[in-house]
């Protein structure tokens, strides 16, 4: 990961109208496990991993990285989004020359699934991302055949850039700037 600049992390918890974005903590760890061995969240992301080499290899508290909120919902872990990770130069879309911009991406737990819960999440994580860097694009790679990530990502103002063939599925690339998220 490309070092995000000047960005303070963790930042204080943020606080929206359900939900409370957060650094993990010891108490999330069988959450991480959870979405990781389900084949649901699995899905468009190369599949569940097996329970039994979770539990072995998932750290005591997982997740603990610049970028990444915990996503909590009455004091439980419902999901988790990265935003400081910089999109690799080797992969394709990019939407500067160098590459390197800051990548979008999301795992809930199915039962969290259909309630608003990850637009009202990546809003507020896209707000403190407007706030902590400034004019700094973001870019989102979701499969096309993900059909609630399309809409989630519509949702929250990422226009298509490109679509791409990549890990054997057709990939939507789009970008959200926060010049252009603004109210007018």
């Given at each position: 990961m490309t070092e995000p600049g000047?960005?303070?992390?963790p930042?204080?918890p943020?606080?929206t109208?359900r939900?409370v ?7 999330d ?12 969240v ?11 080499e979770?539990?072995?290899?998932v750290p005591?508290?997982p997740?603990?990285r610049?970028?990444?909120f915990v ?16 999109r690799a130069?080797e992969h394709p879309g990019?939407v500067r020359?160098?590459g ?6 999301y795992?809930f737990?199915p039962?969290a699934?259909?309630h608003?819960y990850?637009?009202?999440a ?10 902590a ?9 979701t499969?096309?055949?993900n ?6 990502a519509?949702?929250?103002?990422f226009?298509?850039?490109e ?6 599925a057709e990939?939507?690339f ?11």
């Amino acid at each position: 990961m490309t070092e995000p600049g000047p960005v303070a992390w963790p930042p204080a918890p943020i606080k929206t109208e359900r939900l409370v974005l957060r650094e993990s903590e010891v108490r999330d760890r069988a959450a991480f496990i959870d979405l990781s061995a389900s084949p649901e969240v699995g899905a468009y992301v190369g599949g569940a991993r097996p329970r039994a080499e979770l539990e072995r290899v998932v750290p005591e508290v997982p997740g603990r990285r610049p970028g990444l909120f915990v996503v909590e919902l009455d004091g439980t872990m419902i999901g988790f989004i990265q935003l400081l990770d910089r999109r690799a130069p080797e992969h394709p879309g990019h939407v500067r020359p160098e590459g390197g911009e800051a990548e979008l991406g999301y795992m809930f737990l199915p039962h969290a699934w259909g309630h608003g819960y990850a637009a009202e999440a990546c809003t507020a994580a896209l707000d403190w991302f407007a706030d902590a860097l400034p004019g700094e694009p973001v870019v989102l790679t979701t499969q096309t055949a993900n059909a609630r990530s399309m809409r989630l990502a519509a949702k929250l103002g990422f226009t298509e850039v490109e679509r791409f063939e990549e890990y054997g599925a057709e990939q939507w690339f789009g970008v959200w700037s926060p010049l252009a998220a603004q109210p007018g």
